[in-house]
């Protein structure tokens, strides 16, 4: 269906964040993130799937731009017949 990408600007070295997507249950997709850099020193913590919920905790190296790759695949019949729904949220927490 679709791949968007975004720029996570203003990261602290020192901070761990999460990454997190946000999708209603009526839209029959699958999302996920990827984080994309060029630094092999950027830890990823552990992907975490929950009911209509994606999540990837991390700690950046401020060497090297970080981007969220969010990806959304067409999955099984339409919840809705009609409805448009297209929204969801993608979120960037400072974890401490």
């Known amino acids: 269906m ?12 020192s901070a761990w964040y999460e990454v997190k997507i946000s999708y209603p249950a009526s839209i029959p997709s699958r999302f996920s993130i990827q984080l994309e850099t060029g630094a092999p020193e950027l830890w990823l913590g552990k992907t975490r799937r929950l009911l209509n919920t994606e999540r990837l ?40």
């Open 57 to 96: 905790i991390f700690k950046p190296d401020n060497r090297k731009p970080v981007y969220a790759v969010v990806t959304v695949e067409a999955e099984g019949g339409v919840a809705k017949p009609n409805v448009k729904e297209n929204w969801w949220y993608l979120i960037l927490y400072v974890m401490s």
């Open 2 to 13: 679709g791949q968007r990408i975004y720029e996570l600007q203003g990261l602290k070295k």
